[in-house]
C-alpha cells in the first residue's frame, strides 16, 4: 500500500511557499492508518524499547496505537501548561519562535530506552528537544519514528546526535 496517496498535501499554509503534508487524511482511512502502525512495528520490534514517547499532538495518534501494539507504555509530551500533574519542561528554539515541551516527572527513569515517535520531521527542533528532555533524566532515546519525513530541510542528521536509529516510512 502506497501511504502517500493517503497524506493530502495542502499549498500555502501555514505560509506562502510552504506545502503542508496533513496526515489526518491517512488517520481517516483504516486501512492506511493500519498499515501505518504495522510498518512501525515491524521496524521496532527487533529493538529493545520499554516506551513509546509521542510528540504533541499527532504524534499522540500513532504512538499510542504503537505503543499498544508493542505492548508497551505511552509517554505524552505535551506543550507547557497541559499537563496537570508535576512535570519537567524544555525550551527551545524553533525556526518560528520558542516553544516549551514537557513530561511528566514520573514518566521516564534512568536506564528506561525509549522511542520518540511524532507525524512529521522536518529540521528536527522538536524531536531533539524531546530527546534531551527524555535524557536529561536519565533515560536512553533508542529512536525515532516519524510518519512522514522532509528529507530536503536534512532534520535526520540533526537527530543522529541522539540515535542511529531514525526511522520514517514516507518521504519527500
Known sequence: MDLKKYIRTVPNFPNDGI??????????HAGAFGKAVSQFKDLWREYRVEAIAGIDARGFIIGGALATKLGLPFIALRKKGKLPFDT??????????NAEIEM???SV???????????????GGTAI??????????????????LVELSFLKGRAK??????NVMSIVKY
Open 19 to 28: 506545502m503542508f503534508r496533513d496526515v489526518t487524511t491517512l488517520f481517516n
Open 104 to 106: 511528566n516527572v514520573d
Open 129 to 146: 528537544a524531546a530527546a534531551k528532555l527524555i535524557k536529561d533524566q536519565g533515560a536512553e532515546v533508542v529512536g525515532f519514528s516519524f
Open 88 to 97: 519537567v519542561s524544555l525550551s527551545y528554539e524553533l525556526e518560528y519562535g
Open 109 to 123: 527513569g534512568p536506564g528506561d530506552k525509549v522511542v520518540i515517535h511524532d507525524d512529521l520531521l522536518a529540521t
Open 159 to 164: 537527530l543522529l546526535d541522539h540515535s542511529s
